[in-house]
Nanobody, 123 residues
């Protein structure tokens, strides 16, 4: 089970840190990803991190502004979001992939999903 938190309302240029806490003992075996879905749009890949935390991958739209990290001891993955833009407004979802690659951006390959947390960036 995945529980995302940390969303909220922030002005453009501001920062937020999302967290996703996982239950169970298999967290360290999973590639973890963040996706987002804006109103009226399809869910899209944001970032992913490999099992050890040593490799990360980002969508071009967030590269240089967002940082994904994980703490396997705490069963938690984070998404630090800086320099936020109004177009970052979306519901953000964390997801776990047991068998895939950190470079796989296909949401259908992820096995478990959190409930989503809303990020609203005002202009």
């Amino acid at each position: 089970q995945l529980q995302a938190s940390g969303g909220g309302l922030v002005q453009a240029g501001g920062s937020l840190r999302l967290s996703c806490a996982a239950s169970g003992r298999t967290f360290s075996r999973c590639v973890m990803g963040w996706f987002r879905q804006a109103p009226g749009k399809e869910r899209e890949f944001v970032a992913a991190i490999n099992r050890s935390g040593g490799v990360t991958y980002y969508a071009d739209s967030v590269k240089g502004r967002f940082t994904i990290s994980r703490d396997n001891a705490q069963n938690t993955v984070y998404l630090q979001m800086n320099s936020l833009k109004p177009e970052d407004t979306a519901v953000y979802y964390c997801a776990a992939d047991y068998s895939g690659s950190v470079f796989n951006t296909n949401l259908h390959d992820y096995d478990y999903w959190g409930q989503g947390t809303l990020v609203t960036v005002s202009s």
